[in-house]
């Protein structure tokens, strides 16, 4: 089983945080995080938030290697969206 690392005090703080305050999909990374360090099973995560194991796997890896800021998507890649002044 795979289970993220044991969490300091400050990393658990700004995982909280985050479930409160980061915006759509950051938000239900962080509760995968604080989830799996209450020892859940990746199988259990992944029914909850109705996802498939693969994903709970790779966040939980990205978050050991990158910590709170991996739960971030990584920059995309290709041309910038033309904004809405140039419409009409």
């Known amino acids: 089983m795979i289970f993220?690392?044991?969490l300091g005090e400050d990393?658990?703080?700004?995982?909280?945080?985050m479930t409160r305050q980061a915006i759509?999909?950051?938000s239900l990374r962080a509760h995968m995080i604080l989830l799996s360090a209450q020892r859940r099973?990746?199988?259990?995560i992944a029914t909850l938030f109705d996802t498939s194991h693969a994903t709970?796997?790779?966040?939980?890896?990205r978050f050991q290697e990158?910590?709170?800021?991996?739960?971030?998507d990584d920059p995309r890649s290709g041309r910038?969206?033309?904004g809405q002044a140039n419409a009409m």
């Open 41 to 44: 099973s990746v199988p259990e």
């Open 4 to 6: 993220v690392r044991k």
């Open 80 to 82: 910038p969206r033309k």
């Open 66 to 72: 990158r910590g709170c800021h991996g739960l971030y």
């Open 11 to 17: 990393e658990h703080q700004e995982l909280r945080r």
């Open 56 to 61: 709970v796997r790779f966040w939980i890896e």
């Open 24 to 26: 759509g999909r950051v």
